[in-house]
């Protein structure tokens, strides 16, 4: 969910897992249609934990560290060379239809990456 945008938050009263869009990722999103959650997190802020996705420089260095892993010299040098271009994340991601296998390795690792920030997130609460 922290992936696609959303701002997540976590009960640590009941341990349910509310998310909405966050303003930043989703500038002129549809509050209305969020009303509910919303006003739950908030009448109860301080039994939430909240979870922000990575900034785009965290989720750049994780893709940086991604391609420094690829073993294979012109299949590095590729996606190296993607991610210099303008818009870098949408390059990588092209060039990763290519490589399939590589591209399920990409997934895995980004979600591992992800867990690591949040639990990075709920140790700093």
Request: glycine content about 4%; some cysteine; charged content about 35%.
């Amino acid at each position: 969910m922290l992936d696609t945008g959303m701002v997540c938050f976590y009960n640590k009263i009941n341990g349910e897992l509310e998310c909405y869009p966050g303003e930043f990722q989703n500038p002129g999103f549809d509050e209305e249609m969020w009303t509910e959650v919303i006003d739950k997190v908030e009448e109860n802020y301080g039994d939430y934990i909240r979870f922000e996705s990575m900034s785009s420089s965290e989720a750049f260095r994780v893709m940086e560290n991604f391609i420094d892993d690829i073993g294979d010299t012109p299949i590095h040098n590729k996606f190296k060379d993607a991610i210099l271009r303008k818009k870098p994340f949408r390059c990588f991601n092209d060039l990763l239809l290519d490589y399939p296998e590589l591209r399920k390795q990409w997934f895995a690792y980004k979600l591992e990456k992800y867990i690591e920030s949040v639990v990075e997130q709920i140790e700093l609460e």
